[in-house]
């Protein structure tokens, strides 16, 4: 089977910088990718990465080392809005399918 | 659009209850995904359908049933409703690029 592991919460104030971390244990694969999560709302994606390295997009940067088994998702330049839970998800065959993360949650204070 | 739909929205069910939770797409997806999410947990794949025609079992399959009626639509039955299946369920679909995943907002499921 597939294990993720993250951190069950971070807290941090607007303006930081915050990096939520996601080691993995897989029979195989194929890429990693972060979802943010609001409330129990729908899951909506932010990055994937197939290959080692870091991937920006806007505020968030995806960071991913194959090697390792471990990746981050970066936050930089938090806002409130921001406060919410984060999955890193393991994709371990070529059909698309996901295994996820407990989550993160983060929750930004003023 | 209107991207991935669900409903209903909320469900009561008494223990040994059936129901059938619906999902559509408008996207054109091949793909179509069920997943449930209890407090405090990651989302953990029940079913899914690479393609029109075909469903497989995910990692937490027993108690349910799907159907790919259509390319749109992926339904999810449950035959005998327990306790143990009181969850938030989320539909997905995905085109495959870069493994993003569309998802419906979600069906809050109480079975007493």
């Known amino acids: 089977g597939q294990s993720l592991e993250q951190p069950s919460e971070v807290t941090a104030v607007e303006g930081a910088i915050v990096q939520i971390n996601c080691t993995y244990q897989?029979?195989?694969?194929?890429?990693l990718s972060w979802y943010q999560q609001h409330d129990g709302g729908a899951p909506t994606f932010l990055s994937y990465?197939?290959?080692?390295g870091l991937e920006e997009t806007g505020r968030f940067s995806s960071f991913l080392s194959r090697s390792d088994s471990y990746g981050y998702l970066l936050l930089q330049e938090l806002q409130m809005k921001d406060s919410a839970s984060y999955f890193c998800a393991v994709s371990i065959t070529n059909d698309y399918k996901l295994s996820f993360g407990a989550g993160t949650t983060v929750t930004v204070r003023a | 659009n209107a991207g991935v739909t669900q409903t209903p929205k909320f469900q009561v069910l008494k223990t040994g209850q059936s129901m059938t939770l619906q999902c559509a797409q408008d996207?054109?997806?091949?793909?179509m995904y069920w997943y449930r999410q209890d407090p405090g947990m990651g989302l953990r794949l029940i079913y899914y359908s690479a393609s029109e025609g075909t469903t497989d079992k995910g990692e937490v399959p027993n108690g349910y049933n799907v159907s790919r009626l259509n390319k749109r639509e992926f339904s999810l039955r449950l035959e005998s409703a327990a306790p143990s299946q009181t969850s938030v369920y989320f539909c997905a679909s995905t085109r495959g690029r870069n493994y993003e995943q569309y998802f419906g907002p979600g069906t809050r499921l109480t079975v007493t």
């Open positions: 990465n197939a290959l080692d």
């Open positions: 897989t029979s195989g694969f194929y890429g």
């Open positions: 996207m054109n997806h091949n793909s």
